[in-house]
């Protein structure tokens, strides 16, 4: 009776440590498609580099309106300030507006874009991008469109997570 | 009895001039496209300095296009723990430390070494190209045949590719108009995709290609000298969209 007792309770203790693990993160790459849509928060570019706009990274996407060199040429600036190392994902609709990054006014340059897998047409462009902490700044344009929409996500459930994986 | 049944399983296996699959066709889109942010109309586009520029010429001869297996594997990784050198890997390709995206299969040929060679299984001829005018292209002639074997193809190929550019450009930086040309030789533009020819296949397949180089092609380059060399890497790292229909 003891022993049924134990093993039950045995039983009973390891489905609990066996049951379901955390909650599985939506994927930045299929959240970043299903805000296509949305125009976001909306906000004006800095004219340079010293006057970008804040931005963010979140759930949320942002519309960012340009500024006019007066020659129908649209440019902008617009920035992140991050507290701790952070691995991030950015998305545009708008190929090739981006065209520039900055950390802490040092240009250190864009690594390549591919499109979102996920919905490459609405997508067309994203930039996987290892934040330390600091201000990083976005260059847009020379572009011949006024607007750029853009999510700027944490990179969190975008790649396999291999304990998550063990622990299933 | 037993004679009619071993003739009509000898019927049913893949015998000479039969394959897992046929590929019908292969379809190639290629022309000149700016992209959304860059593009001014009537041909003019925009660069990075912003200097607006427009394409008098982006002619290309391409020898043959190949659907490539990569022999003497044992360069497989898994891309969610990516071999030295190379991060965030998703969607078919890998981030180098360069900041460069490289196609899994390009990785896999240099993890195995020496021995490993990408073998063509498939190919049809392309000739001209007029990539200002845009060309869609059905290449129907498949050789050695269209009836593929088994293969895991890694990699498409545009094989044989010589380029010449010619081009003028005004504004942003430069003084007055400036114009300038450039021919340039490729061995071959690839581009990694996966498709696994097996019993389990469509049996009747069309591979799509798409060739469609933007405006950064030129961002970060004087119009007055465009360095070939770097060209030809750029036109390498935007690569090709291919799509199994």
Same mark, same amino acid.
């Given at each position: 009776?003891?022993r049924?007792?134990?093993?039950?309770?045995?039983l009973?203790?390891?489905?609990?440590?066996?049951?379901?693990?955390?909650?599985?993160?939506?994927?930045?790459?299929?959240h970043?498609?299903?805000?296509?849509g949305s125009?976001?928060?909306?906000?004006?570019?800095?004219?340079?580099?010293?006057?970008?706009a804040?931005?963010?990274?979140?759930?949320?996407?942002?519309?960012?309106?340009?500024?006019?060199?007066?020659?129908?040429?649209?440019?902008?600036?617009?920035?992140?300030?991050?507290?701790?190392?952070?691995?991030?994902?950015?998305?545009?609709?708008?190929?090739?507006?981006v065209?520039?990054?900055w950390?802490?006014?040092?240009?250190?340059?864009?690594?390549s874009?591919?499109?979102?897998?996920?919905?490459?047409?609405?997508?067309?462009?994203?930039?996987?991008?290892?934040?330390?902490?600091?201000?990083?700044?976005?260059?847009?344009?020379p572009?011949?469109?006024?607007?750029?929409?853009?999510?700027?996500?944490?990179?969190?459930?975008?790649?396999?997570?291999?304990?998550?994986?063990?622990?299933? | 009895?037993?004679?009619?049944?071993?003739?009509?399983?000898?019927?049913?296996?893949?015998?000479?001039?039969?394959?897992?699959?046929?590929?019908a066709?292969v379809?190639?889109?290629?022309?000149?496209?700016?992209?959304?942010?860059?593009d001014?109309?009537?041909?003019?586009?925009?660069?990075?300095?912003?200097?607006?520029?427009?394409?008098d010429?982006?002619?290309?001869?391409?020898?043959?296009?190949?659907?490539?297996?990569?022999?003497?594997?044992?360069?497989?990784?898994?891309?969610?723990?990516?071999?030295?050198?190379?991060?965030?890997?998703?969607?078919?390709?890998?981030?180098?430390?360069?900041?460069?995206l490289?196609?899994?299969?390009?990785?896999e040929?240099?993890?195995?070494?020496?021995g490993?060679?990408?073998?063509d299984?498939?190919?049809?001829?392309?000739?001209?190209?007029?990539?200002l +005018?845009?060309e869609a292209?059905?290449? #129907?002639? %498949?050789?050695? &045949?269209? $009836? =593929?074997?088994a293969?895991? /193809? @890694?990699?498409?190929?545009?094989?044989?590719?010589?380029?010449a550019?010619?081009?003028? +450009?005004?504004?942003?930086?430069?003084? #007055?108009? %400036?114009?300038? &040309?450039? $021919? =340039?030789?490729?061995?071959? /533009? @690839?581009e990694g995709?996966?498709l696994?020819?097996?019993?389990?296949?469509?049996?009747?397949?069309?591979?799509?290609?798409?060739w469609t180089?933007?405006?950064?092609?030129?961002d970060?380059?004087?119009?007055?000298?465009?360095?070939?060399d770097?060209l030809?890497?750029?036109?390498?790292?935007?690569?090709?969209?291919v799509?199994?229909?």
């Amino acid at each position: 009776m003891i022993r049924s007792k134990v093993m039950w309770t045995g039983l009973a203790l390891g489905l609990v440590a066996c049951g379901p693990g955390p909650e599985a993160e939506e994927d930045p790459s299929e959240h970043a498609c299903e805000q296509v849509g949305s125009e976001g928060a909306m906000v004006s570019a800095g004219a340079d580099a010293d006057s970008a706009a804040a931005v963010g990274i979140g759930e949320e996407p942002w519309t960012v309106a340009l500024v006019d060199d007066g020659e129908g040429v649209y440019r902008g600036f617009v920035e992140v300030t991050v507290d701790e190392e952070a691995d991030t994902l950015l998305f545009t609709t708008v190929e090739g507006a981006v065209t520039g990054l900055w950390a802490d006014g040092e240009d250190v340059g864009l690594p390549s874009a591919a499109p979102n897998a996920d919905c490459p047409d609405e997508i067309p462009e994203h930039w996987d991008l290892e934040l330390t902490p600091g201000t990083w700044t976005l260059e847009l344009g020379p572009a011949a469109v006024d607007t750029v929409w853009l999510i700027w996500l944490d990179a969190s459930g975008h790649a396999h997570d291999e304990a998550q994986e063990e622990a299933l | 009895m037993r004679a009619f049944f071993a003739m009509f399983l000898a019927g049913c296996t893949t015998g000479p001039g039969t394959g897992f699959a046929t590929l019908a066709a292969v379809e190639l889109d290629a022309g000149f496209a700016p992209e959304v942010a860059r593009d001014l109309g009537d041909g003019w586009f925009l660069v990075d300095s912003g200097a607006r520029m427009r394409l008098d010429a982006f002619a290309a001869e391409v020898g043959r296009v190949a659907l490539q297996e990569l022999e003497g594997r044992g360069g497989a990784f898994d891309p969610a723990s990516p071999p030295p050198g190379y991060t965030l890997c998703h969607g078919g390709h890998c981030h180098s430390d360069e900041g460069r995206l490289v196609d899994y299969a390009d990785i896999e040929a240099e993890l195995a070494g020496e021995g490993a060679r990408f073998a063509d299984v498939a190919w049809a001829a392309v000739g001209s190209l007029d990539l200002l +005018a845009g060309e869609a292209l059905e290449l #129907g002639r %498949v050789e050695p &045949s269209p $009836e =593929l074997p088994a293969a895991d /193809l @890694t990699r498409v190929a545009l094989q044989d590719v010589r380029i010449a550019l010619a081009w003028e +450009a005004t504004g942003g930086p430069l003084d #007055g108009v %400036v114009t300038g &040309s450039a $021919e =340039l030789a490729m061995t071959s /533009l @690839t581009e990694g995709f996966e498709l696994a020819v097996d019993r389990d296949t469509d049996p009747r397949l069309r591979v799509g290609i798409s060739w469609t180089p933007g405006a950064a092609l030129f961002d970060d380059m004087d119009p007055a000298a465009m360095d070939a060399d770097e060209l030809a890497a750029r036109l390498q790292e935007r690569g090709l969209d291919v799509e199994v229909r």
